[in-house]
Structures are given as structure tokens and as C-alpha cells.
């Protein structure tokens, strides 16, 4: 071989898998059991990567077998013409929003909470030139007909920007939006001319918490973006389903944002797999959240969102403590846990153990508190429990 060659090839070898790396995927997998922080950092497991190993392996800008058997089972689970798999939730979201747009000014309403308005780098803006008009509910919990109503701008008034799409997101910080007020919402939208658009990054907690079909809570909608690294357990991935047309262009978008994958095949087993293996694992996900909840409110930790499905928003104030000296406690601990303000996230890898742990360290926390003459002791002298107040509900942290 001409040394030059064989010097390049030299340069650009390189090994990323370390001497001890089963070792270290055992332990990033308890780690990630004792993490309260997101749902997508769930890990693949052995049985995960086992199935999709023997996914085809055709190339998906061209045609890719497993991916499109994928896409046909959502776009049939959904109640939808078409589906179209892509890299990530706001990917997913970002070619909804810009699919269903035409020619500016546009608008769009969504809840000021909502990933798309919060977390999506103003991707409305950039790929699509609209504006968000991003409402807080009056009811503290989700938007409804009477929140958006006033908002909707008609006519051509050259001030404005008129509103084409309504984006609704279930669910929300762990909550579930009713499918009464989507509905009401949805027959406003259509007698209007006004576009619905869902996203469902965690969807499948509303069909299990509420037993109600996958295609139900997509029925009002023209577009939803379903995602699978969240609450499922897939490594990568979302689909985007709607009609046969709009999703033919929203292919033709995701290659213009750069989201045109090749040999996806591995990706759509792994999250047949998910669908298959993870999704009955979420009914024990709520139960370990609702647990979380039930044990910091017998320590009177205020609780800013309770458990609906995979989350709860909480206040350690009402005990004295502070958020900062909860996350240093806990990740000094002899099994440490990973935590961020007041979001606890619940998966389907936490374990019990994490959840009775932190609990244990909360009632520590609040005894030190006690002892110190912070707070006041549990039993006042007339043997009265003292009352704690419910704080306000937070923002939430990315996803």
C-alpha cells in the first residue's frame, strides 16, 4: 500500500467502545434508574437492540421496508391517511407548523407552556415566519374554547396576522387535556377555516390513563406528532401523521431542514419494539408517580401539579428546604439520584427503590429542619397538624 495512503488510513480508524464498556452501559442504566430529570434518557436495552438488528437496512429517502411498515401501523393506529418518521419531537412539530402554512403573515395559538413555544429555539418564526400567540388558561391547568376564542384573528386587517393553526399539546407538563374541551376546541377551528395541530410527544400516557383509544384523542386534529424516545424508550424518533398530501410535503420539507435519514430501518425496530414491549410498562409509571406525589404530601411538601400520568411539580419551601440543597443531598447519597428543580419525571426504568429513597431523604431534609427550629414541628401544642400551603405552578423544564 503507498505509505501516504496508509498513513491517512491510520488517521482516521479510531475505537470508541472502551475496555469496560458493558461494565459502563450497566451502569448508565443505573443511573438512569435513579433519575428523575427527563424520560428521554431512558437507555436501549439488549432485548430492544436484539429486535431491531434485524430490521432491513434500505436507505429511507429512497425506500426503506421496516420504516415504512412503521409509518403505515401509526398512520392506522392514529386514524390518519399517512404517517412520516423523523428525528425528534420538535422536528416533528416544526414540519406540521410549516406544512399547513402558505404564504405570511400567519399566526399561530398555543399554551405559553407549550414546547413549541418555550422549547423549539423560536422555530415558528424561523422556518416558517409565523407568529405565536401564546395564552395562559385561565383554569391554571389547559387551554380552553373560552381562553382561545378572543385571541382568533379574522379578516384582513393589515395590522394583524391572522390565525391558521391551533396548537394543543396532551399531554402538558404531565397533565392531561380533557377530550371534551379539545373537541369543543376543534368544531370552533373547523367552522372557521382555523388548522388543529397536536403535539403528542406523550400521548400514549393520555390513552392509558384515560383507557381511551390512540385514534380517538387524534380525531380532532389535522396533523399530531407522536414521539417514541420519551415515555416509550426508543433511542431516537417521532412520527408526524395527517393527510396523504400534507404529508407527501412535509417529506419534502424534512429533507430541506436536513432530516432526511438513510438506514432508519434499525430506529423503526426499535421502536416497534418500544410499542410493543414499553407501552404497557406506563400504567406502573404512573403508579410510581402518583406514589412520589402521595409520600411528599404526607411530608407536607407542597405540590405545585400533581401526578395525572409520569409527573409531579413540587415545593420543598413549605418544609424549609430549598431545591439546590435537595439535589446536592441527593446526588451525595451512597446510590446517588439525578434530579432538577421541580420537576420529578417518572420512566418506564425508574425504579422503586429510587422513588423510596428520595422520599427517605425529603423526610431527613425536613427533620433537620425541625431540629435546626426552621420549621415548626410537625404536631403543634394543641396535637394539631400544621398546614402547609399549595404554591403557585411552576414553569416547566425542557423535556
Request: proline content about 6%; hydrophobic content about 40%; charged content about 20%.
Amino acid at each position: 500500500m503507498d505509505p501516504k495512503l496508509a498513513s491517512i488510513i491510520e488517521q482516521v480508524k479510531v475505537d470508541i467502545i472502551t475496555p469496560t464498556q458493558q461494565r459502563d452501559n450497566a451502569k448508565q442504566q443505573e443511573e438512569v434508574s435513579r433519575s428523575f430529570i427527563s424520560d428521554t434518557i431512558t437507555v436501549p436495552t439488549k432485548e430492544m437492540f436484539a429486535y431491531a438488528v434485524q430490521a432491513s437496512v434500505g436507505d429511507d429517502v429512497y425506500n426503506e421496508p421496516s420504516t415504512i411498515a412503521l409509518e403505515a401501523h401509526i398512520a392506522e393506529l392514529t386514524g390518519k391517511e399517512a404517517a412520516l418518521f423523523v428525528s425528534s419531537g420538535t422536528m416533528g412539530n416544526q414540519l406540521a407548523i410549516r406544512t399547513h402554512l402558505q404564504q405570511p403573515p400567519n399566526s399561530i395559538i398555543c399554551d405559553v407552556r407549550a414546547h413549541i413555544n418555550k422549547y423549539e429555539a423560536g422555530g415558528a418564526a424561523i422556518h416558517s415566519g409565523a407568529l405565536q400567540n401564546a395564552l395562559t388558561p385561565k383554569n391554571g391547568h389547559h387551554l380552553t374554547l373560552k381562553d382561545i376564542e378572543p385571541h382568533v384573528v379574522f379578516g384582513t386587517d393589515v395590522h394583524s396576522a391572522p390565525t391558521r393553526i391551533i396548537c394543543l399539546e396532551n399531554t402538558l407538563n404531565g397533565t392531561i387535556m380533557p377530550q371534551s374541551d379539545i373537541i369543543e376546541i376543534a368544531d370552533f377551528a373547523l367552522k372557521n377555516g382555523i388548522l388543529m395541530h397536536l403535539d403528542g410527544a406523550r400521548l400514549w400516557h393520555a390513552a392509558v390513563e384515560t383507557r381511551t383509544p390512540i385514534d380517538e384523542l387524534c380525531a380532532p386534529f389535522d396533523s399530531v406528532s407522536l414521539c417514541f424516545s420519551k415515555g416509550l424508550g426508543a433511542p431516537v424518533g417521532t412520527c408526524l401523521v395527517g393527510p396523504k398530501a400534507f404529508i407527501q410535503k412535509a417529506r419534502w420539507f424534512r429533507k430541506i431542514f436536513g432530516g432526511g435519514m438513510r438506514q432508519t430501518g434499525v430506529l423503526a425496530g426499535s421502536v416497534a419494539y418500544a410499542l410493543s414491549h414499553n407501552f404497557p410498562l406506563l400504567p406502573r409509571v404512573h403508579a410510581l408517580a402518583k406514589r412520589l406525589q402521595a409520600g411528599l404530601e404526607e411530608l407536607q411538601v407542597g405540590i405545585l401539579s400533581p401526578a395525572e400520568t409520569c409527573m409531579v411539580f413540587y415545593d420543598p419551601s413549605t418544609i424549609g428546604v430549598e431545591y439546590w440543597e435537595i439535589i446536592d443531598r441527593a446526588a451525595a447519597l451512597p446510590k446517588p439520584i439525578s434530579l432538577t428543580g421541580s420537576r420529578l419525571v417518572v420512566h418506564i426504568q425508574t425504579s422503586h427503590e429510587a422513588v423510596e429513597d428520595f422520599l427517605s431523604l425529603i423526610r431527613t431534609l425536613k427533620e433537620e429542619k425541625v431540629q435546626a427550629g426552621i420549621v415548626p414541628s410537625p404536631v403543634d401544642s394543641d396535637g394539631m397538624r400544621n398546614v402547609y400551603v399549595r404554591a403557585t405552578r411552576p414553569s416547566t423544564p425542557t423535556r
